[in-house]
């Protein structure tokens, strides 16, 4: 008989209605089943979290008062957190929060300030102060979203050599060396004007990938240099339908482990976009369009077995589970939801 594997999700929140932090839930892969919520950190606002590789050290962005930074919490047995410290040093919230695969660094992209920072990483996961900031510089044709630069990711390359960060307000991905704890610009890619991205993914070939925008809803597939840091375009593709006027902003991104499928929420659509990818050219095409019943799909997140899809419906209080077939890449909706109070970001350990 197969044995039931049970595993940890964790969920990032708005704590402006009842939540109060990061929530944990277990999912059973065997029935598809998640636990009933259950909070393990209380925190302001955690709305992106993310797990060191090795799983012992959880992230989160942070915020108190007007100020926001980021706490390290030593993730224990049944999933439960641990505070080690926090870091809180600069003017409003980061919104996504990175560590490398070493676990020594961390880095920040604050949408607010347009500011990516890099806190250096003690040898038990707690952070030090901040080592390293850049502060982005432009703007957009879209007036309402683009009047500054509004830094919306910031992560590490596949081969840990670059951080690269993707600023919806200047329509920009920069790639910063980094040598010695400091951040150094050695590269830009510019986007269509307006096209506001939002989040990238690399592709398991680590040469590919894929960035999200959030104002013009597409999929832009990137060619990666690992020599110098360079982005190339490849394709866009929409991720909404044509005859869809209403208002839709892209959120999440992800592929699946063996590169074969990349998914995309639209929020306002409320639908997760499947796509096949080629396996010569890495290039896309729609397979379907699923709803995430339920308003405003902020994130979701393939389970370890990558079997399922948990998603977060961030106005409508609720994260639901679909099934994800491994061979189509298409997803199907399951019975049974949980409701976690204004959920954004979904993590795995």
């Known amino acids: 008989m197969m044995e ?20 944990k839930l277990s999912f059973n892969a065997a029935t598809g089943k998640l636990s009933t919520p259950a909070l393990v950190a209380e925190l302001q606002n955690p709305t992106y979290v993310n797990p060191s590789k090795d799983g012992r050290v959880l992230y989160a962005v942070a915020k108190e008062g007007e100020s926001g930074g980021v706490a ?29 695969d070493a676990r020594t660094q961390v880095v920040t992209a604050n949408y607010h300030t347009g500011i990516i920072a890099l806190y250096p990483v003690n040898e038990d996961g707690s952070l030090l102060p901040v080592a390293s900031t850049v502060q982005h510089e432009g703007c957009g044709p879209n007036e309402a979203r683009q009047e500054k630069a509004h830094a919306h990711y910031a992560g ?45 993914i690399f592709h398991p070939n680590g040469h590919d990938a894929y960035v999200l925008t959030e104002l013009s809803n597409e999929v832009v597939v990137l060619s990666y240099n690992k020599s110098d840091g360079r982005f190339t375009e490849k394709q866009v593709i929409p991720t909404l339908p044509r005859d869809f006027y209403e208002n839709s902003q892209g959120s999440a991104i992800h592929v699946s482990a063996d590169g074969r499928f990349v998914y995309a929420a639209n ?64 997803l199907t909706a399951l019975a049974g939801e949980q409701n976690v109070s204004s959920p954004v970001c979904v993590k795995f350990v």
């Open 4 to 23: 039931m594997a049970t595993y940890t999700a964790y969920i990032g929140t708005y704590t402006k209605n009842e939540s109060q932090g990061v929530y």
């Open 72 to 100: 390290a919490y030593r993730v224990e047995s049944m999933g439960e957190l641990a505070l080690l410290n926090k870091q809180i040093d600069g003017a409003g919230s980061p919104c996504h929060v990175s560590v490398n």
């Open 156 to 200: 590490f390359t596949p081969d840990q050599k670059y951080v690269v960060a993707v600023d919806l307000g200047t329509d920009e991905l920069v790639t910063y060396a980094v040598a010695n704890d400091q951040l150094e610009p050695v590269a830009r890619f510019r986007f269509s004007a307006g096209a506001g991205p939002r989040h990238i």
């Open 267 to 330: 929020r306002g659509h409320d639908s997760i976009a499947v796509f096949s990818v080629d396996s010569g050219s890495s290039e896309l095409t729609l397979v379907e369009r699923v709803s995430t019943e339920g308003h405003w799909p902020r994130d979701f997140a393939l389970d370890p077995t990558e079997g399922y899809v948990i998603v977060s419906n961030q106005e409508t209080d609720n994260v639901l589970v679909y099934q994800r077939d491994r061979q189509s890449g298409r």
